[in-house]
Nanobody
Framework: QVQLVESGGGLVQAGGSLRLSCAASGRTFSRYAVGWFRQAPGKEREFIATITWSGDWTHYADSVKGRFTISRDNAKNTVYLQMSSLKPEDTAVYYC???????????????WGQGTQVTVSS
C-alpha cells in the first residue's frame, strides 16, 4: 500500500515557477514509477510527466516539455515536479500517482494523492 500527499501548489504570475512535491508513505515506494497529472475544471485528467522507480528515465507531455522537470529522491520517499515559465493554461489541480511501471494513462495508476491546486494569473 502506498499513500501519496502532494504539496507546493499556489498562486503564481505567468512566467513564474513552482515546485510541487509528492511525498509517499510505504517502504516499497522506491519500487514504483510515479506520474504527475493535472485536471482543470470540466476537463479530463491530463498526463504531465512520469519517472521510473530508479529515476533513470523520464517522459513529458509536449505541452510541458522544456518547462517542467520531474525528479525523485527515494531516500526521502519524494517525487518533485519543478515547473517554470508557467502559463495561465497550466492552471489545474495537480495529482501524483504511483504505479509499478511508468505510464501516460491515468487509469494505469493504482495509487493517487488528493491533489494540489496551481493557479497561474495572467
Amino acid at each position: 500500500q502506498v499513500q501519496l500527499v502532494e504539496s507546493g501548489g499556489g498562486l503564481v504570475q505567468a512566467g513564474g515557477s513552482l515546485r510541487l512535491s509528492c511525498a509517499a508513505s510505504g517502504r516499497t515506494f522506491s519500487r514504483y514509477a510515479v506520474g504527475w497529472f493535472r485536471q482543470a475544471p470540466g476537463k479530463e485528467r491530463e498526463f504531465i510527466a512520469t519517472i521510473t522507480w530508479s529515476g533513470d528515465w523520464t517522459h513529458y507531455a509536449d505541452s510541458v516539455k522544456g518547462r517542467f522537470t520531474i525528479s525523485r529522491d527515494n531516500a526521502k520517499n519524494t517525487v518533485y515536479l519543478q515547473m517554470s515559465s508557467l502559463k495561465p493554461e497550466d492552471t489545474a489541480v495537480y495529482y501524483c500517482g504511483a504505479n509499478l511501471i511508468p505510464s501516460v494513462t491515468a487509469t494505469d495508476y493504482a495509487y493517487w494523492g488528493q491533489g494540489t491546486q496551481v493557479t497561474v494569473s495572467s
